[in-house]
């Protein structure tokens, strides 16, 4: 496939409990009111992440649980497994049927990876967040609806890139996950105002692209 050309992710699996017991409420740290749960699996950890934030902004829903698994999808524990579980709490099953569906929509829509390469051996994942939801602005400790880049890529090309964003871009780093991550690659959210995060993604991506092409650069 040519370079930049885009990687959808794949949501696995999607359930509903309308009317999570009591004990398992308890185990996810649940509010009272928050009776009904929703469950996904991907074979994409961050495209996850972004879309569960997605469907706070969508639903009246909280994401009361969201982990990667190790060593990635392609060593996944069976064939629902994927990449990652996400969970999101709601009062009712609409609540969290809607929040549901806005993660897999934004999830095969617009939460894309693209290739750096050729044979699609190196991929990374560049985006822009306008305005984020509860999940992200909680993570990263910002006001909620602020903007951030979320940028991920393997472990070289990320982070000579992050240097390069820092550079070039009036953002700050809000979370850095450095390698190893439980998927092996390394992931930062920066923030500032949409103008710059924009900036920050368009420097990320070319230099991922050139440590790409050029990896003996010394």
Request: glycine share 6%; hydrophobic share 45%.
């Amino acid at each position: 496939m040519p370079t930049l050309s885009p990687l959808y992710a794949t949501p696995l699996a999607v359930q509903i409990i309308p009317n999570v017991d009591a004990n398992f409420a308890e185990h996810l740290n649940l509010r009272p009111e928050q009776r009904s749960i929703g469950l996904i699996s991907a074979d994409n950890d961050d495209a996850t992440y972004v879309s569960v934030d997605e469907a706070t902004k969508m639903a009246d829903v909280e994401v009361v649980y969201a982990r990667s698994f190790y060593a990635g999808a392609r060593h996944a524990s069976g064939k629902l497994s994927g990449e990652i579980m996400a969970i999101i709490a709601g009062a009712n099953p609409a609540e969290v049927r809607s929040g549901l569906q806005a993660a897999v929509d934004y999830m095969k829509n617009e939460a894309l990876w693209y290739s750096a390469n050729e044979d699609d051996s190196i991929a990374f994942f560049p985006h822009l967040i306008s305005r984020t939801g509860s999940f992200l602005s909680k993570v990263c400790n910002i006001p909620l609806g602020n903007p951030i880049a979320y940028l991920v890529a393997p472990p070289m090309e990320g982070l000579v890139a992050l240097d390069a964003v820092l550079k070039a871009a009036a953002v700050q780093i809000v979370s850095l996950t450095m390698p190893p991550s439980e998927t092996n690659y390394m992931g930062v959210m920066l923030t500032g105002d949409q103008p710059a995060c924009k900036q920050a993604t368009i420097a990320f991506r070319e230099k991922v692209l050139e440590v790409a092409n050029t990896p003996f650069n010394y």
